[in-house]
């Protein structure tokens, strides 16, 4: 029999394997308008974005019913760095360094002027190196995280398809490549992320546009996609950037 959990104590969480781990974008995901500071000083708001990677070939049976499931990491995680929109004007943003190493190159003067639809990103594979951090509040418990994103060399062959659903989401983007309004991607989404959305001005705005209340609370995880069950990995040309 496994150690007893006591009230109050913050369960272990199930790790990833850590080291380099083949993936493909599973979220994006626009959390709107957050409020910033930087070692406790408050800094002018900022638009955040962060990403969710399904590590395709590492699984677990979190749930007896579903058996064996990938793992998935959000990018970056909370309470950590930060990623803001930002264009290309002299020195470039970190969410750009990261696009550019995960792509395995610049942006050329041409991409720069048109700028990036960031939907384009959803279900590309990537490299993610993923390591056990130990919990600020309680360095006995550790999560794992990604610290780098990287391109997928050719070498490695063919990377296997998602096996959750893919989801991008954009405040005021009502209709998708998907097919998907921002509310039902919105509904889709664990209650923690939808909080943090919650806060942004932008989705406030949103919702009393179109008179839209939460029909959820969110669900505790990223629903399969059946559609996906007997889908051979995609051509190359789909993996490209």
């Not at 399969?224 to 490209?240: G, L």
Request: with cysteine; proline share 7%; charged share 30%.
């Amino acid at each position: 029999m496994g150690a007893k959990q006591k009230p109050g104590q913050r369960k272990q969480s199930i790790q990833a394997p850590t080291g380099s781990r083949v993936a493909r974008c599973l979220w994006i995901i626009d959390y709107g308008t957050q409020k910033q500071e930087y070692k406790g000083v408050a800094k002018d708001p900022a638009r955040e974005i962060a990403f969710k990677f399904e590590n395709v070939n590492d699984k677990h049976v979190f749930d007896e019913a579903k058996g064996p499931q990938p793992f998935t990491l959000l990018y970056p995680n909370f309470g950590g760095m930060k990623y803001t929109f930002s264009e290309y004007q002299g020195k470039k943003s970190k969410l750009w360094e990261m696009i550019d190493s995960w792509r395995g190159r610049e942006f050329s003067e041409e991409e720069k002027l048109e700028g990036l639809d960031m939907e384009t990103m959803l279900k590309k594979p990537a490299l993610v190196t993923v390591q056990a951090k130990p919990s600020k509040n309680n360095p006995a418990i550790k999560y794992s995280n990604i610290t780098a994103i990287t391109n997928v060399p050719k070498e490695m062959g063919k990377v296997a398809p998602l096996t959750n659903e893919a989801l991008f989401f954009e405040i005021g983007n009502m209709k998708n490549n998907q097919g998907m309004t921002q509310f039902e991607v919105f509904e889709k989404f664990p209650k923690f992320i939808q909080e943090k959305i919650a806060l942004s001005p932008e989705w406030l705005a949103e919702c009393v546009k179109h008179k839209y209340l939460p029909k959820t609370e969110g669900t505790a995880a990223p629903a399969t996609n059946e559609e996906d069950d007997d889908v051979m990995a995609p051509p190359d040309d789909a993996d490209a950037f």
